[in-house]
């Protein structure tokens, strides 16, 4: 029983001497030093059975404040910044004019591969503008994605349209390439 009382107590003081020589993990420095101070004389005048404070202090061993140093292979830098958020996959061309309205794309991309074309606007003040605005729409569009480019046919009857809708589909294909995203 004896000895088991003496291991845990010196267990108890090894630990203790470890965390104050190392600094303690997260211990602010005020806290440490004070724990490297150890007990000021005024702490224990007047305790039954404390030495007397005007006798002199026997001299006990002081542990030597040592210097921890960064174990190579070893992370010992803080936690890493989060990796950046994913780029988005949508570029968004320029509104474009004409006569009959307003042209305005959305590329879709994977990488650097255009998988769709959306349109924002598109001329609809008419039903004509309506029909034809779907038409180009819808073939351009595809071309586009199958083409991977803006170098497209002109759809018939809505030249102006389509040429907007190509204007718009260059400077969003610009824009891609040089790395912009929205």
Same mark, same amino acid.
């Given at each position: 029983?004896?000895?088991?009382?003496?291991?845990?107590?010196?267990?108890?003081?090894?630990?203790?001497?470890?965390? !104050? !020589?190392?600094?303690?993990?997260?211990?602010?420095?005020?806290?440490?030093?004070?724990?490297?101070?150890?007990?000021?004389?005024?702490?224990?005048?007047?305790?039954?059975?404390?030495?007397?404070?005007?006798?002199?202090?026997?001299?006990?061993?002081?542990?030597? #404040?040592?210097?921890?140093?960064?174990?190579? @292979?070893?992370?010992?830098?803080?936690?890493?910044?989060?990796?950046?958020?994913? #780029?988005?996959?949508?570029?968004?061309?320029?509104? !474009?004019?004409?006569?009959?309205?307003?042209?305005?794309? !959305?590329?879709?991309?994977?990488?650097?591969?255009?998988?769709?074309?959306?349109?924002?606007?598109?001329?609809?003040?008419?039903?004509?503008?309506?029909?034809?605005?779907?038409?180009?729409?819808?073939?351009?569009?595809?071309?586009?994605?199958?083409?991977?480019?803006?170098?497209?046919?002109?759809?018939?009857?809505?030249?102006?349209?389509?040429?907007?809708?190509?204007?718009?589909?260059?400077?969003?294909?610009?824009?891609? #390439?040089? @790395?912009?995203?929205?």
């Amino acid at each position: 029983m004896r000895r088991a009382v003496l291991a845990v107590a010196g267990l108890a003081a090894g630990t203790s001497l470890l965390v !104050v !020589v190392k600094g303690g993990a997260g211990a602010a420095p005020d806290t440490v030093a004070a724990a490297n101070a150890g007990p000021t004389p005024s702490s224990s005048a007047g305790t039954p059975g404390s030495p007397d404070p005007s006798a002199p202090a026997s001299k006990a061993p002081v542990a030597k #404040k040592t210097t921890a140093k960064p174990k190579p @292979g070893k992370n010992n830098t803080a936690a890493a910044p989060p990796p950046a958020a994913p #780029k988005s996959n949508k570029v968004v061309g320029p509104r !474009v004019e004409n006569p009959y309205g307003a042209v305005q794309v !959305v590329l879709e991309l994977d990488g650097n591969r255009i998988v769709n074309v959306r349109t924002l606007e598109m001329p609809d003040q008419e039903a004509r503008s309506d029909q034809l605005s779907a038409q180009v729409e819808s073939q351009l569009g595809d071309e586009a994605v199958r083409e991977q480019g803006a170098d497209l046919d002109t759809v018939s009857g809505a030249t102006e349209t389509s040429e907007a809708y190509k204007e718009s589909l260059r400077k969003a294909i610009d824009r891609m #390439k040089k @790395g912009e995203r929205d």
